[in-house]
């Protein structure tokens, strides 16, 4: 029978189960010996002990280096860091070792490491921890990438990515943390790579991921009502990207709709429109709409952060535009 738990309990069960599960797995990241700043790791070293849950300085090129290190002898490693953001202080880590080491040293050794990034807008965090940066990383291969929506796919993809022999940055959404839902009972394991549907519809679809899902849901009632059914479908991350799932969906619909958290401007939907243009582009009725926050820096302010990422009503917008065919 499912439970009803949130998306952060998701991820600290996550976390336990594997370390129950394989005795080599060791944890690491700043202030996860007393949970954490968001509490992902509550209880956690008291349970596993301080060599394998191991807190670390204030230095996110050393908790994704040591992981990278650790990995590579076989030792399966998650590596937090507090906000998603602070991979740029760590992006040599990240991007050159983590993602190409497998590659270059030609499959002699495995990768299985997890970096566990929280990302996203919430309550003016300002700047520099508030960002969605996932698109930083389609140029990463070798690297997986996940966005769970929901408490049922946290757990399912977390549990999936510190199992995977390759490098998978996971990246929960700040504002999803105290957001409950159904979760499976037993070993709930989630595969990487495929799309969620979220919501048949047949005039438009609708690919969202991360906090903009509910967002998405939300804004098909309000269409609904007008007459129109999107359909929704939750890639559960960019790497690797169900674009197959996609382009079935809008070879029925006719229409595409990409939301997304981060800015559109150099945002992670551009490449999702270049590829169905490519793949698809003889079904399409109505040019490829984008909706993302706006292309400035995320504010201090609570209020203006709002003003600035994406709301229900943006997609709502984008849709009637996608089916009355405006291009502007």
């Known amino acids: 029978m499912p439970r009803t738990i949130t998306y952060t309990q998701a991820i600290t069960e996550a976390l336990a189960e594997e370390l129950e599960r394989d005795p080599t797995m060791i944890y690491l990241g700043e202030d996860i010996g007393f949970g954490g700043v968001f509490g ?10 301080k060599d394998r849950v ?16 650790a990995a590579i002898t076989g030792t399966r490693t998650v590596a937090e860091l507090q ?3 602070f991979v740029a202080v760590a992006m040599d880590e990240v991007y050159n070792k983590a993602a190409k080491w497998r590659y270059m040293h030609g499959g002699q050794f495995k990768v299985p490491l997890v970096i566990l990034a929280p990302e996203g807008a919430m309550g003016g965090a300002g700047p520099e921890h508030s960002q969605c940066p996932e698109a930083l990383f389609w140029s990463a291969p070798g690297l997986y990438v996940v966005t769970p929506s929901t408490p049922a796919d ?37 595969p990487l790579g495929q799309a969620a549907l979220c919501r048949e519809g047949r005039d438009v679809t609708v690919v969202a991921w991360s906090v903009m899902v509910p967002k998405a849901l939300k804004a098909a009632s309000t269409l609904a009502q007008e007459g129109i059914e999107i359909e929704i479908l939750d890639p559960r991350g960019i790497r690797p990207f169900d674009f197959d799932r996609i382009i079935e969906s809008v070879s029925r619909t006719g229409r595409l709709v990409i939301v997304h ?47 600035v990422i994406p709301q229900v009503d943006d997609i709502v917008m984008a849709v009637r535009a996608c089916m009355s065919g405006v291009t502007t």
């Open 83 to 85: 906000f998603a953001d």
């Open 40 to 49: 992902l790791s509550k209880g956690l070293q008291a349970r596993f002990g």
């Open 154 to 190: 946290m757990k399912g993809l977390l549990k999936a990515a510190i199992r995977d022999d390759n490098p998978v940055l996971v990246m929960p959404h700040k504002a999803l943390l105290n957001v409950s839902g159904e979760v499976p009972d037993g070993d709930h394991v989630v």
């Open 261 to 307: 958290e981060a800015p559109v401007v150099g945002g992670p939907g551009a490449e999702v429109a270049a590829v169905v243009a490519e793949r698809a582009l003889m079904y399409l009725e109505a040019p490829i709409r984008r909706v993302g926050a706006l292309d400035v820096p995320i504010p201090q302010s609570a209020l203006l952060e709002q003003a």
């Open 54 to 69: 191991i807190d670390t300085p204030i230095s996110e090129s050393l908790i994704v280096g040591a992981g990278v290190g």
